[in-house]
């Protein structure tokens, strides 16, 4: 099972909040994920490597649900910032794996912190040449804000998509074609609500892992040993011929699929011994409760105050509030928000969603349950399919349903009889975007209203 957890870590005066994923027993070993990912992208392999380690995997600076980093970080911020992780859970030492420009911000931990891990392995290690590197810093990461009425979206769709048909994403022409192109919606869609996620930070990680040096250790240096593989149809495959001479224990392969790069890595991994770490910390104001309750076995996301006797529920479509106060505990609902889905359909009658509730109100040892109230309209106007297509139109739906939704009750009533009074500022790009994340991450919100409806009425 993968479980989640968020710590505070705190450096120069500054504490930052860092989600990570959890999974498996036995020696640590912490993975590094791509940018402009999350520790998402990790839970298949972690439930593989699970088996032999205890698999953990944070949200680098900026991404997922990971606060940034301040300033205008550089490579060794990143790097450094993986120690402090490190230290704030209480690892000593670990093995690591990181993928691209995961394998970039260990390398450089590795040479700044090699007392800090047992072994790593790499899948795919780029090393700009110089043209190279002036091309993608004039293009690759343009600035990404939310837009007045979602022209953003357009363009994130299409630069996720064509960025398995070409490399770098914005060389549309046959020199830069891949062989790997798709048009998936499912993995497209995975990539651009991590994006979401992210917003504009994403340019300060992937800035300073495309900005980084892209330097080895020298063949003297005392460092752990380390296997850097890239398969068949990596863009950073032809890269290993551009490593040059690696310290004693280090190696480089080329191999055919992304099973054997994996195989390799995990071959390589268990070659050293690591020691297993004792219990990890976390923090006590936010984090994930494992519930099970007919049809729900999962993770229900929380913040708040946990000695509090109240439990606040908020309303289908929308998620627990970032700033909660200190009077209640706060969750997002099965299929809303961080929490997981319900195992197939979720329940459209109330006594599902009530033995739900009830099972997280005995968690969190809360004795008070309070509703938010239900928005006016019918549920199957309310909350249209938002699955993803094919031309991501699913992303500017969600937008023109939350614009209109400050403006008009219900939001497909657009009409001066529905008229409603609201907030100009919350026609701010930035607090659409919120309102925005919410609703696509509402997989459940329909049947959540219907089952509040059936619950009035009883």
């Known amino acids: 099972m993968i479980t989640r957890h968020f710590i505070d870590v705190e450096s120069n005066g500054n504490k930052r909040r860092v989600h990570y994923r959890l999974s498996g027993s036995g020696p640590v070993l912490l993975m590094v994920h791509q940018s402009p990912r999350s520790s998402k992208e990790y839970e298949p392999l972690m439930r593989k490597w699970g088996k032999y380690f205890t698999c953990i995997a944070p949200d680098t600076p900026g991404f997922g649900q990971s606060d940034r980093l301040p300033g205008t970080p550089d490579i060794n911020d990143y790097a450094d910032a993986?120690?402090?992780?490190?230290?704030?859970?209480?690892?000593?030492?670990?093995?690591?794996?990181?993928?691209?420009?995961?394998?970039?911000?260990?390398?450089t931990a590795v040479k700044r912190h090699a007392n800090h891990f047992t072994t790593l392995a790499i899948g795919g290690y780029a090393i700009w040449t110089p043209e190279e590197m002036e091309l993608f810093s004039q293009q690759y990461l343009p600035e990404f804000h939310p837009s007045k009425y979602g022209e953003h979206l357009v363009w994130l769709w299409s630069r996720i998509l064509e960025q398995s048909w070409f490399f770098p994403w914005f060389a549309?022409?046959?020199?830069?074609?891949?062989?790997?192109?798709?048009?998936?919606?499912?993995?497209?869609?995975?990539?651009?609500?991590?994006?979401?996620?992210?917003?504009?930070?994403?340019?300060?990680?992937?800035?300073?892992?495309?900005?980084?040096?892209?330097?080895?250790?020298?063949?003297?240096?005392e460092v752990p040993p380390c296997l850097i593989s890239a398969y068949q149809g990596d863009p950073l495959k032809d890269h290993i011929d551009r490593l040059g001479e690696l310290p004693p224990s280090w190696s480089a392969r080329k191999v055919a699929t992304p099973d054997d790069h994996q195989h390799h890595s995990l071959a390589h991994l268990r070659q050293t011994e690591t020691p297993v770490t004792g219990p990890l910390n976390d923090v006590t104001d936010e984090g994930f409760i494992h519930v099970e309750s007919d049809g729900f076995d999962g993770l229900i996301h929380w913040r708040g105050n946990p000695a509090a006797s109240t439990l606040v529920l908020h309303a289908p479509g929308r998620a627990a509030p970032r700033n909660t106060g200190s009077d209640a505990v706060y969750i997002d609902m099965a299929g809303h928000g961080l929490s997981d889905d319900w195992q197939g359909q979720a329940p459209t009658d109330w006594s599902g969603w009530a033995n739900l509730v009830e099972a997280c109100a005995k968690r969190l040892g809360t004795d008070d349950v309070r509703y938010e109230?239900?928005?006016?309209?019918?549920?199957?106007?309310?909350?249209?399919?938002?699955?993803?297509?094919?031309?991501?139109?699913?992303?500017?739906?969600?937008?023109?349903?939350?614009?209109?939704?400050?403006?008009?009750?219900?939001?497909?009533?657009?009409?001066?009889?529905?008229?409603?009074?609201?907030?100009?500022?919350?026609?701010?790009?930035?607090?659409?975007?919120?309102?925005?994340?919410?609703?696509?991450?509402?997989?459940?919100?329909?049947?959540?209203?219907?089952?509040?409806?059936?619950?009035?009425?009883?």
């Not at 790997?180 to 992937?206: C, I, K, S, T, W």
């Not at 031309?391 to 500017?396: A, E, N």
């Open 82 to 107: 993986l120690i402090e992780f490190l230290d704030a859970l209480g690892v000593k030492k670990c093995a690591a794996y990181g993928f691209h420009s995961g394998g970039i911000i260990l390398v």
């Open 172 to 221: 549309a022409d046959n020199q830069h074609r891949l062989s790997v192109a798709h048009a998936d919606p499912q993995r497209v869609d995975a990539v651009v609500r991590e994006m979401l996620d992210a917003g504009n930070a994403y340019q300060f990680g992937y800035g300073a892992v495309l900005r980084a040096p892209r330097d080895i250790p020298a063949v003297d240096a």
């Open 373 to 458: 109230a239900l928005p006016a309209g019918e549920a199957d106007l309310l909350y249209p399919d938002l699955s993803p297509d094919r031309f991501g139109s699913y992303l500017t739906k969600a937008w023109q349903i939350v614009r209109a939704a400050e403006i008009f009750e219900p939001w497909y009533e657009a009409t001066a009889a529905h008229a409603v009074p609201f907030d100009p500022e919350n026609l701010e790009p930035h607090m659409l975007a919120e309102r925005h994340l919410e609703l696509l991450n509402a997989r459940a919100a329909k049947e959540y209203h219907l089952a509040l409806q059936n619950r009035q009425l009883r």
